[in-house]
């Protein structure tokens, strides 16, 4: 179907969308945001967690080293060497690159047995006995970039892009889904508009053959009343003229051959007459069903409007507007104009908002061919409800009707 010439004006209803703002386009990567914030949290707290774990752990051990025989030896050089071991046997700190500084103190709290990694000269032996039991303290610090942080940070970055690869996965699955919907919704329209298109074409053709019955029924139906009317006046004249002649007794003879030959003359007259009531009742049959046929087809173009066009409200008085309009090809652009109001408002030709109305009303006024028009306002059910359809030549009778529109219209 043909485009309208007339340049799309502004519609009333919601605005079309415009192109989405940098702070729209950012909330719509929230997930991968919030996910990435999930992660860096997750780490920073994974590394503290299993940092106070191994604090726990090397205490624990270090506490099961200082536990020593006074009687296997000195108790210093014991606890620096079982500590020493300990500090190089660890996994922790030989592949994890975990940082450990254990300090042992004497039992007096002055004496320093072992200090961060580090031996110190052991005291003499006949201290031995005020060393026991040690004082045990232990400073462990897992840094970043280690091979056991690098671990974690590993381990937290492919359950990253795992959840992300999933996430992007559904969104795509989301994606062609409505991808699909759209293409649906895109193949129902184009059968429907085929079926609109197949519709308007039957009733062109229809009203091609309605309208020259029409104009030819109604010339001879004047032509019947002037030829009833001028025998009626010819009667009128014969009658006349008969008491005329009736009245004059010396021409009775001649009267009587007139009266005979005018009772004939009427005679005929009469037949002829009611030849021509036969033919004229007959053409007043043939108008009455032209009409009838007029109103089915007034009555098929509105229950087709109020079907095909959901979001809209079709007064009667419309319906009749677009089958006076007579012209096929007006009727096909009003219709074709009603069609866009009702799927793209949008790019509906909007003129503007009709003026010099009640202030309760608030009707618009859509241009369609060259100066066609459909007056229309909100719907109650629907969206938009169209009131009127006229042209140039209308318009005040259009206005005239549309200000006595009772209020809440």
Do not use: C
């Not at 990435?36 to 590394?47: E, H």
């Not at 006349?240 to 005979?260: F, I, N, P, V």
């Not at 009555?299 to 095909?308: D, G, K, S």
């Not at 009640?358 to 969206?383: M, V």
């Amino acid at each position: 179907m043909a485009e309208p010439a007339d340049a799309p004006g502004p519609a009333p209803g919601p605005a079309r969308r415009s192109q989405p703002s940098p702070l729209e386009r950012i909330a719509s990567f929230r997930f991968a945001y919030l996910a990435i914030f999930v992660f860096l949290v997750a780490y920073v707290f994974t590394v503290e967690g299993l940092q106070e774990v191994l604090r726990r752990h090397f205490r624990t051990a270090v506490s099961e080293a200082v536990r020593v025989d006074p009687a296997a030896g000195p108790v210093a050089r014991q606890i620096q060497e079982r500590i020493g071991r300990l500090m190089k046997e660890s996994p922790w700190i030989r592949y994890g690159d975990v940082r450990v500084r254990p300090l042992v103190l004497g039992a007096d709290g002055r004496t320093l047995l072992y200090a961060g990694g580090a031996f110190v000269p052991a005291p003499g032996s006949t201290r031995d006995a005020e060393l026991l039991p040690a004082i045990v303290d232990v400073e462990v610090a897992v840094q970043h970039n280690t091979v056991l942080a690098n671990t974690v940070l590993v381990g937290y970055a492919g359950l990253l892009i795992t959840v992300l690869a999933l996430y992007t996965r559904r969104l795509a699955g989301r994606e062609a889904e409505r991808l699909a919907e759209l293409e649906r919704a895109r193949d129902a329209l184009a059968a429907r508009a085929s079926s609109i298109e197949g519709e308007l074409g039957s009733v062109r053709s229809r009203l091609e053959e309605v309208e020259p019955e029409n104009e030819i029924q109604a010339e001879e139906i004047d032509e019947l009343q002037r030829e009833r009317s001028e025998l009626q006046r010819r009667l009128a004249g014969l009658e006349e003229r008969e008491a005329a002649l009736r009245s004059g007794t010396a021409r009775a003879q001649k009267l009587d051959e007139e009266r005979r030959a005018l009772e004939d003359l009427l005679e005929e007259a009469t037949q002829e007459l009611a030849s021509k009531d036969g033919e004229l009742d007959e053409l007043r049959n043939q108008t009455r069903r032209a009409g009838r046929r007029a109103a089915r087809d007034e009555e098929h173009i509105a229950r087709r409007l109020r079907t095909l066009y959901k979001n809209l409200e079709v007064d009667d008085r419309a319906v009749r507007n677009l089958v006076d309009l007579g012209d096929e090809a007006k009727r096909l652009r009003a219709e074709e104009a009603i069609k866009r109001l009702n799927d793209e408002p949008e790019t509906a030709t909007v003129r503007r908002k009709v003026g010099g109305l009640p202030p309760h009303l608030s009707i618009f006024e859509l241009g369609f061919a060259d100066k066609g028009r459909i007056y229309y306002t909100g719907g109650q059910a629907r969206r938009f409800r169209v009131l009127a359809i006229g042209a140039k030549n209308s318009q005040k009778t259009d206005l005239e009707y549309l200000s006595r529109l009772p209020k809440g219209t």
